[in-house]
């Protein structure tokens, strides 16, 4: 972990989660995502999130109310909403803003952490700077599919969120979202700055 100093994690409580949801995607960075899959325990720093918000967000899958896809979404923040794109990827959110109203964080990229070994078999060999870079291979090299959705992270055993015990001064940055075709312009993407596994996209401020 080059970019991030040394730290010990506890887990995130309903507290974290409670935050807006752009306060949330903020928040997350520095945070660790621990799933156990089949008795397998594996995490990664998160170091680039996205926002999106409900009825006025047009990119946000909530934005003509709850279907049975989106349902998670309007859960109590901190659920975990699980999609499929493209037939090929899974991508991982967590659930923000109050009970009834749309709002989540896309995870887009880690820093491997625990059980490397095991995130670069599922990624195939990759190279640990790449091996859960962008959302889908996030997902894999995690396990993270359908299975997981809507988990409540404060209370699973399958998939959570750890917090730093001390606040981390990093060098968090934001730009647009990234491969999406509407309200792109919006600088709702946050992530660790000089940091390689970070996706390539619109350089922050």
């Known amino acids: 972990m080059k970019c991030l100093p040394n730290t010990t994690f506890q887990r995130a409580d309903k507290e974290l989660f409670a935050l807006e949801t752009l306060h949330l995607a903020h928040a997350l960075i520095g945070c660790r995502l621990v799933t156990t899959i089949e008795g397998v325990r594996s995490s990664g720093i998160i170091v680039e999130t996205e926002a999106y918000g409900g009825a006025k967000d047009p990119a946000a899958h909530s934005f003509r109310g709850e279907t049975p896809r989106t349902q998670v979404m309007f859960k109590e923040a901190g659920h975990v909403y699980v999609y499929f794109i493209y037939g090929v990827h899974y991508c991982v959110n967590i659930v923000s803003e109050r009970e ?82 509407k309200a792109k312009e919006l600088p709702w993407r946050f992530y660790l700055a000089n940091c390689a596994s970070v996706s390539k996209g619109p350089v922050g401020s």
């Not at 989540?104 to 952490?113: T, Y």
């Not at 959705?149 to 990234?178: C, M, T």
């Open 100 to 181: 009834g109203t749309a709002g989540a964080v896309l995870l887009r990229a880690l820093i491997p952490d625990e059980n490397r070994e095991k995130m670069q078999e599922r990624r195939g060999g990759a190279a640990n700077d790449a091996v859960a870079r962008g959302p889908g291979n996030l997902c894999k090299a995690l396990g993270i599919d359908l299975s997981l959705n809507g988990e409540y992270a404060p209370e699973s055993e399958k998939i959570w969120v750890e917090a730093p015990r001390d606040p981390l001064p990093l060098p968090i940055l934001r730009s647009p979202r990234i491969g999406i075709s």
